[in-house]
């Protein structure tokens, strides 16, 4: 049989399985040519790639400049985190980009990310530079194999702006599509030369992955999203695939409205996510998404721990690369079996496993706060602090956030 005959029988056969699939989809056996080298630790490193746009959200004026400068950041994330492409060819450029772009064409461009073992760490950061202030570091953690979670934290102390957050998906299969409705939230916070601070909460829309059959999958975004801030300011997202604003794919429209005291017209924003929109107040370019990105800066993998994802995926991910997916199967193989060792020993003594940047908290308060405001559904979701404890990031003598929470009655938030 040729490649690309082989190719095809696979894709129908796993196209066959999906149609009967319930459950998590990222446990699902994927022909090799689908799979991506990249493990779902590296993609909250998407919420940040213009790093200058996280920044500059504490550089807004008012409540009201800093709630269009999240709206603007959180908008350019999208673009990034769904478009992510470019990630698959870091370390090897020359040969893959070959047999990237050749996939490309024949197989679409949308594929399946390596599923993190539990544990797994990711870290990196984006130097500082004169336009966005300080270093921006980002800490991400698995905090759960089955179902998969992930937590992280990016931060930016120098301009006090810090998001946390944690991100799963439940999949589903349906009219030809896959549907992923994410589950978890993410909080972001400014703190402002007042001392106070200012808090927004982030839920996340829904995505259909669509062009299955077509061996070409992408991504389109559904329904609605908020981000709600502490002043009072929503942002209201909704996605529209072809032909609903404006005819064309990945179309969003945003509405901006005012707390109820400020008598101001909403700011309503539409366009497409992938390239450029508009706000209605000043009819001027919301966002831009032409201009380059910034990827995360890592360290190289031979100064990696074992629990971190490059180090970790290391094999696997070279035998993707280079197509040598026996290889591949062989790696994955001996972390899978390394992974259920790990748990048998676990229960035999008694023990779990513990998180090492994050603690688990069965509510979170600022999601039941603020989700209060939209009426958020569902009205409480669970959460993870993050514990400040890592060496990318200030000692925690230096972080009021972590005090302030250890001083809080933390059983109530507790199992
Ligand atoms: C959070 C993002 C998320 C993760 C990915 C659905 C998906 C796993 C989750 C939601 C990020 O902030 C944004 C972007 C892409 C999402 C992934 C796209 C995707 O295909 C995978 C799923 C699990 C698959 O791998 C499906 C099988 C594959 C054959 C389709 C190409």
């Known amino acids: 049989m040729s490649e690309q005959a082989g190719e095809k029988s696979s894709w129908t056969s796993f196209l066959k399985s999906l149609a009967g699939f319930t459950g998590d989809l ?51 994330s999208r673009e990034t985190s769904l478009f992510y492409r470019p990630l698959y060819l870091h370390g090897c450029q ?15 461009s949308e594929k399946k990310p390596l599923n993190p073992v539990l544990g797994e760490l990711f870290y990196g950061y984006w130097p500082a530079n004169a336009a966005r202030g300080g270093k921006t570091t980002l ?33 589903s ?8 409705k ?39 975004l559904a329904e609605t999203n908020y981000i709600q801030s502490s002043t009072g300011w929503l942002s209201t997202i909704e996605y529209k695939g072809k032909g609903y604003f404006s005819g064309k794919s990945h179309s969003f429209k945003a509405t901006l409205t005012p707390p109820s005291h400020i008598h101001t017209s909403p700011h309503v924003i539409e366009g497409t996510w992938h390239t450029t929109s508009k706000d209605s107040h000043s009819s001027a370019v919301f966002h831009d998404v032409t201009s380059p990105k910034e990827e995360i800066t890592v360290a190289p993998v031979e100064e990696q721990g074992e629990w971190e994802s490059r180090k970790l995926w290391f094999g696997v991910a070279k035998g993707i690369r280079e197509g040598d ?3 591949a199967a062989t790696f994955k193989g001996k972390i899978e079996n390394e992974q259920r060792q790990r748990r048998r020993d676990e229960s ?22 603020l989700g209060k405001l939209f009426k958020a559904n569902p009205p409480t ?10 060496d990318h990031c200030q000692p925690i003598e230096h972080r009021l956030d972590i005090l302030d929470w250890m001083s809080v009655d933390q059983s109530t938030f507790l199992i």
């Open 26 to 76: 990222s446990a699902m056996t994927a022909p090799p040519f689908i799979l991506s080298p990249t493990s779902l630790t590296e993609f909250p490193a998407y919420w940040c790639e213009r790093p200058e746009l996280f920044a500059a959200i504490a550089d807004g004026k008012t409540e009201q400049a800093r709630a269009l400068a999240v709206l603007k950041w959180f908008i350019v």
């Open 94 to 108: 020359s040969t893959l980009k070959g047999q990237y772009t050749s996939r490309n064409e024949s197989m679409g």
């Open 139 to 171: 800490v991400v953690e698995q905090v759960s194999h089955h179902p998969p979670i992930t937590a992280y934290r990016i931060e930016n102390l120098e301009k006090g702006v810090i998001l946390t957050g944690h991100s799963a998906q439940k999949t």
């Open 173 to 180: 299969f349906s009219g030809g599509s896959i549907i992923v």
């Open 182 to 220: 994410q589950v978890g939230h993410a909080v972001l916070t400014v703190s402002l030369p007042s001392g106070e601070t200012e808090e927004y909460l982030i839920t996340l829309p829904r995505l259909r992955i669509d062009g299955l059959w077509y061996g070409s999958p992408y991504i389109e």
């Open 325 to 327: 997916f026996e290889s």
């Open 348 to 369: 035999a003594g008694g023990t779990t496993w513990e998180l090492k940047h994050f603690k688990h908290v069965e509510h979170d308060p600022v999601y039941e706060r």
């Open 381 to 390: 979701e669970d959460g993870y602090v993050y514990l400040g404890n890592d």
